[in-house]
């Protein structure tokens, strides 16, 4: 016998209830829908990728749709040193791009160290979509890139060609990264049913040696999505990200328990704690809870990041750290 409309109602809530009950429950009780949808994203230029990614949502699209769109309206600015075709090169006057992308459901895709195409961030996706894997990097990603519709694009800025130049003079690697307003973007979700997903690319450290590809492209690092949780996103120095696997550290404290300024800080500790003495790196993390809580904390001051609800956008300076310890 087929079960009454009554049991269908009760199995139905208590399997739709489990979804959200699972994780954090345990440590802080239910975790309630947010109030409405809420994107977060990494610096100034996070402005820019809310409002593609806010106009993406009232489109009709998905919170995927808009962490994919969001950040790639800001790959698409070539006068961005930090992201995409107009970001610095490498050492050997290559630009080469990471990119990563995860969904609620933990599905991701990735690329590292590619080179000529305006968004990494949805031959990410297209990975993710297309194929069983999760990354793919250098040529292999590029020829995967071709064969799948994408289509290369040569750009050469003259200004950075310049710079690059210029910094051969001396080729003084330092591998810092500027605690300045202008860096990789991430980009972190939620739609109004608690529905996560996260985006991150970048072109990565300037001058950095070839081959060299830091945590925005490796899931756990650069971001992690945990759709039963919460998201996080990083910025800064990927090497310091990706010994913490940070963003997957900032998730898993949310999911413990902890409140997403909170984690972002214990993860901001445990990178500082890890490498004492080291001094001129910045590093900060954005986290958004499923339930639409949000946080962030960096090293430096500095740090600030895109809000956009249903009130509108702004720009909200992170809380730091004041002292390397
Ligand atoms: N995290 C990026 C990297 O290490 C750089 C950045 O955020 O500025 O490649």
């Given amino acids: 016998m087929g079960r009454t409309r009554r049991e269908f109602l009760k199995t139905g809530s208590a399997a739709a209830l489990g979804t959200v009950l699972a994780g954090p429950a345990a440590a802080r009780g239910i975790l309630s829908r947010p109030a409405g949808a809420k994107v977060i994203s990494t610096w ?90 999760v990354m793919l990097v250098g040529e292999g990603a590029e020829r995967w890139a071709l064969e799948n519709g994408f289509t290369r694009k040569e750009v050469d800025l003259p200004e950075v060609r310049k710079a690059w130049q210029e910094w051969l003079k001396t080729s003084d690697y330092k591998p810092v990264v500027n605690v300045e307003n202008h860096d990789t973007i991430g980009m972190v979700g939620v739609d109004a049913s608690g529905r996560l997903a996260g985006s991150c690319t970048t072109s990565g450290m300037a001058y950095k040696v070839h081959g060299r590809v830091g945590d925005s492209p490796i899931i756990g690092a650069g971001l992690f999505v945990d759709g039963e949780v919460g998201a996080a996103c990083a910025t800064g120095t990927g090497e310091l990200v990706i010994r913490i696997a940070g963003s997957h550290t900032v998730v898993e404290l949310m999911r413990q328990g902890m409140e997403p300024d909170a984690a972002c800080r214990e993860a901001v500790h445990r990178i500082m704690k890890q490498n004492p003495g080291l001094k001129d790196h910045q590093v900060g993390f954005l986290a958004l809870r499923a339930d639409g809580a949000h946080g962030a904390h960096a090293i430096y001051e500095g740090f600030d990041f895109a809000l956009t609800t249903d009130s509108g956008t702004e720009l909200v300076k992170a809380t730091f750290e004041q002292k390397w310890e």
């Avoid at 806010?54 to 699209?61: A, K, P, R, V, Y």
């Avoid at 800001?74 to 080469?96: A, F, I, M, Q, Y």
């Avoid at 305006?118 to 031959?123: D, G, K, L, R, T």
Wanted: net charge negative; proline share 3%.
């Fill in 44 to 133: 100034q230029h996070g402005l820019q990728a809310n409002e593609a990614a806010w106009n993406t949502l009232g489109n009709g699209g998905s919170i995927l749709d808009a962490v994919e769109l969001g950040v790639a309206a800001v790959e698409s600015d070539l006068t961005n040193r930090s992201v995409g075709l107009g970001g610095r090169p490498d050492r050997d006057g290559h630009v080469t791009l990471d990119a990563c992308i995860q969904d609620h459901a933990g599905r991701a895709g990735a690329v590292a160290f590619v080179e000529h195409f305006e968004h990494p961030i949805s031959i990410a996706r297209a990975v993710m979509e297309r194929t069983p894997h």
